[in-house]
């Protein structure tokens, strides 16, 4: 069963969603989708381009060559879209409507901002995750600062 992890109150999910990615696919050495509306990608991969060198995180979009997709360790797929996703192991989800599929996954990052829409999509679903039986871990990076 997919284990999810909700990270909530992040005041600024880009600079999140950065961390995360360093952390999970280059300290780690996991493969990540990332989800979201088209507005979202477009910011992420602006933010992932502009961190520091030393702290690269190789990335690219959904529409890339297969060979290339199956390579990078970060991929940045839309929330709705007809093809499924190369990897299988986290799906990071940037945007407010439920991961298409995100069962198939190994792992899912459900990112809450603190916006009062966010939080009441966000709480929508959890509900969908907690009626379905997964167990929940629960993350307040507001808590951090």
Avoid at 40 to 50: E, H, K, P, V
Avoid at 111 to 119: A, I, P, S, Y
């Amino acid at each position: 069963m997919t284990e999810i992890d909700v990270h909530y109150n992040a005041a600024d999910k880009l600079h999140h969603a950065c961390r995360l990615l360093r952390k999970a696919a280059v300290a780690a050495g996991a493969r990540v989708v990332v989800v979201g509306d088209a507005a979202q990608l477009d910011a992420l991969d602006a933010a992932l381009w502009g961190i520091a060198p030393a702290e690269f995180v190789p990335h690219c979009r959904h529409d890339v060559p297969g060979w290339m997709l199956a390579r990078t360790p970060v991929v940045m797929w839309p929330a709705r879209h007809d093809a499924s996703p190369p990897h299988r192991e986290i799906i990071v989800n940037l945007g407010v409507e439920l991961p298409d599929g995100f069962e198939r996954f190994e792992r899912l990052i459900d990112l809450v901002g603190e916006d009062e829409d966010e939080r009441r999509a966000g709480r929508l679903r959890w509900r969908h995750y907690a009626d379905r039986g997964y167990a929940i871990t629960r993350h307040d990076v507001g808590a951090r600062r």
